[in-house]
Antibody, heavy 116, light 107 residues
Framework: QVQLQESGPGLVKPSETLSLTCTVS????????WTWIRQPAGKGLEWIGRIYTSGSTNYNPSLKSRVTMSVDRSTNQFSLKLSSMTAADTAVYYC??????????WGQGTLVTVSS | DIQMTQSPSSLSASVGDRVTITCRASQSIGSYLNWYQRKPGKAPKLLIY???SFQSGVPSRFTGSGSGTDFTLTISSLQPEDFATYYCQQSYSTPLTFGPGTKVDIK
C-alpha cells in the first residue's frame, strides 16, 4: 500500500523559505495529484495546494504568491517551498495523495516552527 | 471559498454510545463531502467519501449521510479506538476546505 513520509527542517527563521519533501513508497508519483495541507496549532486544516505528475498545479489563493510545488519522478518524491515565512506559518505540515475526490493516504505530518 | 462548520466542537461519550457529528457547508456541494479521523501523532485517515461511501477497511459502525449543505457522520457503537478528532472536507471546488473538527473523548 502507498505510504507517504514528510521530511524537512523543524525550525525555520522568519523571512526564510521552507522546503519540505514527501517521499512516496509502495506506489509511484507518476499518476494522481499530490498535495500539501497544514494545521497551525489551535487552528483548522488548511489546504495549501496540489500538483499533478505532469507538473500542473493548483494553489490556495491565500498562499499562492508564496508557494511552489514540484514533483521528481526519478526519486518518487514531491516537494513544497513556502517563501517569506512568518510565525503565522508555524504548523504541522502534511502531504497527501489527492484522488480527484478525497485525500488518501496522508503522511504523519511534520511540525515546522518559525522562530529566530 | 466554501466555509465548512461542524457541531459539536467536542463531545464526551462512553464506549457503546451512538455518536452523531454534523457538518454544514456554506453553499450546496452535492455529495462532495468526505470525513477523516485523526489521532495524535498519526496520519489522518479517510473514513467516508462522497458523503456516504465507505473507504475500504473502515468498520461498518461508521456511516455518513446527507447532501447539499447538511451532512452527518454517525458512529453506531463507539469503540475505544474511536476516540479521536473528526473532520469533514468538501471536494466540490477549490480551494478545498475543511471543517474545524470535532473532538470525541472519553466520558
Amino acid at each position: 500500500q502507498v505510504q507517504l513520509q514528510e521530511s524537512g527542517p523543524g525550525l525555520v527563521k522568519p523571512s526564510e523559505t521552507l522546503s519540505l519533501t514527501c517521499t512516496v513508497s509502495g506506489g509511484s508519483v507518476s499518476s494522481y495529484y499530490w498535495t500539501w495541507i497544514r494545521q497551525p496549532a489551535g487552528k483548522g486544516l488548511e489546504w495549501i495546494g496540489r500538483i499533478y505528475t505532469s507538473g500542473s498545479t493548483n494553489y490556495n489563493p491565500s498562499l499562492k504568491s508564496r508557494v511552489t510545488m514540484s514533483v521528481d519522478r526519478s526519486t518518487n518524491q514531491f516537494s513544497l517551498k513556502l517563501s517569506s515565512m512568518t510565525a503565522a506559518d508555524t504548523a504541522v505540515y502534511y502531504c497527501a495523495r489527492w484522488s480527484s475526490y478525497y485525500f488518501d493516504p496522508w503522511g504523519q505530518g511534520t511540525l515546522v516552527t518559525v522562530s529566530s | 471559498d466554501i466555509q465548512m462548520t461542524q457541531s459539536p466542537s467536542s463531545l464526551s461519550a462512553s464506549v457503546g454510545d451512538r455518536v452523531t457529528i454534523t457538518c454544514r457547508a456554506s453553499q450546496s456541494i452535492g455529495s462532495y463531502l468526505n470525513w477523516y479521523q485523526r489521532k495524535p501523532g498519526k496520519a489522518p485517515k479517510l473514513l467516508i467519501y462522497a458523503a456516504s461511501s465507505f473507504q475500504s477497511g473502515v468498520p461498518s459502525r461508521f456511516t455518513g449521510s446527507g447532501s447539499g449543505t447538511d451532512f452527518t457522520l454517525t458512529i453506531s457503537s463507539l469503540q475505544p479506538e474511536d476516540f479521536a478528532t473528526y473532520y469533514c472536507q468538501q471536494s466540490y471546488s477549490t480551494p478545498l476546505t475543511f471543517g474545524p473538527g470535532t473532538k470525541v473523548d472519553i466520558k
